[in-house]
C-alpha cells in the first residue's frame, strides 16, 4: 500500500486540534482541501476516522483513536529521515506564545548572544506548544509540558527553563498595593480580572485550575488592548487586580507587582523542539538565553497544575 505522509501528518494534526480551520491554519491549507486530505486516507484504509455527525466539534472513531499514536511515529520517522543538509532551516522559528511574554526577552537575548538565525512567531490561540511543532510550523516552542496531550508526541523534546513565579498587579490605591508579599489564602472568595479573549489555551486553562485551587474568582470580561493598557488600566484602578509573570516587565517601574506565596503559584516554562532540528541547535539556544543548565524542579513551596508536577517527578 503507497500511503502519502502528508495525509498522516494532516489527520495527526487535526486529532489534536479537533477543529478542521485551526488545523488547516496550522498546515497553511484550506478547509477543503483538509478535508479531502482526511477522505483520501479514509478511502486508503477503508475504515472512518473522523465522526462527522456534529458539525460543531471534531471526534475521532474508535478506528481514528487506534492509528493516532502509530501516525504520529509515522510522521516523526519520516522527518528524521531527511538529510541534516536538507532539513537545516535558513531560519529557526521559535514561538514565544505572546510578545509580551517573558521568552520573548530570552529569544532577544539569544539573538544577541548568539549567530542563530532566529525568527519569533506566535501560535494560534487555541495551540499548545506541541501543535506548531507537529503541523511543520515552528522548529522550537516555549509553553507547559504538562499541556501536551498523552502519550507524550514521539519525535518531541522538551527541557524546562523555569519556574516562573505569578504575582499580582494591583491598582496603587488597593490594600494589596503596601504589602511585601500576599498570602494565597487573602485570594479566597477575591475577584481578579484578566480578559482572555484571546488568550492562549494553555494560559486559560492554567487559571482555571489555580482559581479552582485557590478558590478566587477570574474575570475574563472586556479586552486588554495591548499590555501596556491592560497593566495601566489595573494600577489605575480603573480595573480590579490582576495576575502577572514575575518574569515579565511591566511597562511602569512604578507598578505594584506583589508576590503570592504559602504557596507561590508558578507556571512551568519548557522549551520544546523537533528532535529533527538536533539536540545541539537546541542547546546552543538554550545556552545563548542563558539556559545552559536545565531548571530546578526540586520540591518548595509552590503550585502548579497536576499534569505538570506529575511531568517534573517523573522526569
Not at 102 to 112: D, E, I, Q
Not at 217 to 242: K, N
Amino acid at each position: 500500500m503507497d500511503l502519502d505522509t502528508g495525509l498522516l501528518r494532516a489527520f495527526a494534526v487535526l486529532a489534536t486540534e479537533l477543529h478542521f480551520g485551526r488545523t488547516a491554519g496550522l498546515l497553511g491549507i484550506t478547509q477543503q482541501a483538509l478535508s479531502k486530505r482526511v477522505q483520501r486516507l479514509e478511502d486508503v484504509l477503508a475504515v472512518p476516522l473522523v465522526d462527522r455527525s456534529d458539525r460543531r466539534s471534531v471526534r475521532l472513531t474508535a478506528a481514528g483513536h487506534q492509528l493516532l499514536p502509530l501516525a504520529r511515529e509515522v510522521v516523526a520517522a519520516v522527518d528524521r529521515l531527511v538529510p541534516d543538509t536538507a532539513r537545516a532551516p535558513d531560519r529557526l522559528r521559535v514561538d514565544v506564545m505572546g510578545d509580551y511574554l517573558a521568552p520573548t526577552g530570552w529569544l532577544r537575548r539569544a539573538s544577541g548572544a548568539s549567530g542563530l538565525p532566529l525568527d519569533a512567531v506566535q501560535r494560534p490561540a487555541e495551540a499548545a506548544a506541541d501543535h506548531l511543532l507537529t503541523a511543520g510550523r515552528a522548529h522550537f516552542a516555549f509553553g507547559r509540558a504538562g499541556a501536551v496531550a498523552t502519550p507524550w508526541p514521539s519525535g518531541i523534546r522538551r527541557r524546562l527553563v523555569l519556574l516562573e513565579p505569578l504575582a499580582v498587579l494591583a491598582p496603587r490605591a488597593h490594600p494589596w498595593a503596601s504589602l511585601d508579599q500576599l498570602p494565597i489564602s487573602a485570594l479566597t472568595g477575591q475577584t481578579l480580572w484578566f480578559p482572555l479573549s484571546a488568550a492562549p489555551a494553555e494560559w486559560r486553562r492554567y487559571l482555571a485550575e489555580f482559581a479552582a485551587f485557590a478558590d478566587l474568582t477570574i474575570d475574563p470580561t472586556g479586552s486588554t488592548f495591548g499590555y501596556a493598557q491592560w497593566a495601566d488600566d489595573v494600577s489605575s484602578g480603573h480595573a480590579p487586580p490582576s495576575l502577572i509573570g514575575e518574569a515579565m516587565t511591566p511597562p511602569d517601574p512604578s507598578m505594584r507587582v506583589v508576590p503570592i506565596v504559602d504557596p507561590t503559584p508558578v507556571f512551568p516554562w519548557s522549551l520544546l523542539w523537533r528532535e529533527d532540528v538536533g539536540d545541539a541547535v537546541a542547546e546552543e539556544l538554550l545556552s545563548a538565553m542563558g539556559f545552559a543548565v536545565e531548571a530546578s524542579s526540586a520540591a518548595r513551596d509552590v503550585w502548579l497544575p497536576a499534569t505538570d508536577a506529575d511531568l517534573l517527578s517523573a522526569h
